[in-house]
Nanobody, 123 residues
Framework: QVQLVVSGGGLVQAGGSLRLSCLAT????????MGWFRQPPGKEREFVAA????????DYKESVKGRFTISRDNAKNTVSLQMNSLRPEDTAAYYC????????????????WGRGTQVTVSS
C-alpha cells in the first residue's frame, strides 16, 4: 500500500513549463508502475504517461510526446512529470497513480491514487 501526495500545479502561460511531483508518504514506490493521468473540465480522466518500476519502460499519450517527460527516483520515493511547451488543452487536474504490474493506459488498472493538482494553461 502507498499513499501519494501530488504537488506542482499552477497557472502558466501557453509555451511555459511546470514540473509535477508525486511523493509516496506511506510505503515505497520501487515495486510499482507509476502513472500520470489528467481530467480536463467536464471530461473523463485520461492517460498522460507511465513509467515502469525500474524506469526502463515509459509510455506517453500521443499529444504529449516530445513535450512531457516522466521520471522517477525510487530512492526519494518520487515520480515527476516535466511538462514543457504547455498548451491550453493541457489544462486539467493531474493525478498520480500506482499499480503492481507493467505500465498500462487504463486508470482502472491503478490501485492507489494521489489527490489531483490543478494545471491551468492560459492562451
Amino acid at each position: 500500500q502507498v499513499q501519494l501526495v501530488v504537488s506542482g500545479g499552477g497557472l502558466v502561460q501557453a509555451g511555459g513549463s511546470l514540473r509535477l511531483s508525486c511523493l509516496a508518504t506511506v510505503g515505497t514506490i520501487d515495486e510499482y508502475t507509476m502513472g500520470w493521468f489528467r481530467q480536463p473540465p467536464g471530461k473523463e480522466r485520461e492517460f498522460v504517461a507511465a513509467i515502469s518500476w525500474s524506469g526502463g519502460t515509459t509510455d506517453y499519450k500521443e499529444s504529449v510526446k516530445g513535450r512531457f517527460t516522466i521520471s522517477r527516483d525510487n530512492a526519494k520515493n518520487t515520480v515527476s512529470l516535466q511538462m514543457n511547451s504547455l498548451r491550453p488543452e493541457d489544462t486539467a487536474a493531474y493525478y498520480c497513480g500506482a499499480r503492481a504490474g507493467p505500465p498500462t493506459r487504463k486508470n482502472g488498472d491503478y490501485r492507489w491514487w494521489g489527490r489531483g493538482t490543478q494545471v491551468t494553461v492560459s492562451s
